[in-house]
């Protein structure tokens, strides 16, 4: 069975809100080690000891080993709360792993090939990862650290499934027996749209547009019936005269 990662844990006497409140000031953290056909411990954990391990994915994919009073336990991490606005640990669930009974844990799964793949080098595509990580099923000794997804002979518009990630002997994926699930694809990248803002002036352009030409032509058609009124006026001024000779 592959350890990789060891610390110490000692024993929790109190418990509630009030006791967990105590030891995350004093640098603390509360841990409930659970499973493995047995009742569950309460346990303390060390604050910074934590912090240095938690940002390795390994963590949380890997058997980690507890010691306890001087004996040592193997176990998995199911679960790592954090604090919402700070650094800091708040709780910690481990279930014990016993080593001829499967196990279930969440691993990563890695990517490569991605630059290379036709789709990408070639096509012009891009790379959507639908899926990171997948629970898997194995005994502790078949657990590796992680799966792995070769991608470098996709075309553009084609997609793995859960079904194509290649498994180590004895290591299966429980989900595959109700759906296969779409975990990468690569697609062409989407057209730029125009901006809402640009493409209502370019809208508006024209329409102000006709109507300054409109107010132009208003005052000019008007100039030019008032020309012709007064051409008429001036017809009939004479005719007034030479009746007035008469």
Known sequence: MRISFSFGADPRGAQGKGASRRLRRSGKVPAILYGGHKEAQPLVLDQQN???MIGDERF??????LKIDGAAQEAIVKDVQM?????VVVHVDLQRVIE?????????IHFRGESVSPGVKTQGGIVSHMRTEVEVSCLPKDLP??????LSNMNLNETKFLAEVPLPPGVTIPELAHRNAAVVSIHSPRAAEPEPVAAEAAAAAPAEGAAAAGAAAAPAGAGAGAEKKGEEKKE?????????KK
């Open 236 to 244: 009939a001024a004479p005719g007034k005269k030479e009746g007035g």
């Open 60 to 65: 949380y994919s890997s058997i980690v080993q």
């Open 50 to 52: 934590l912090l240095t």
């Open 100 to 108: 001829n009974e499967a196990i279930r844990l969440s691993l990563p």
């Open 83 to 87: 604090h919402p606005a700070k650094n």
């Open 145 to 150: 650290e992680f799966l792995e997804l070769d």
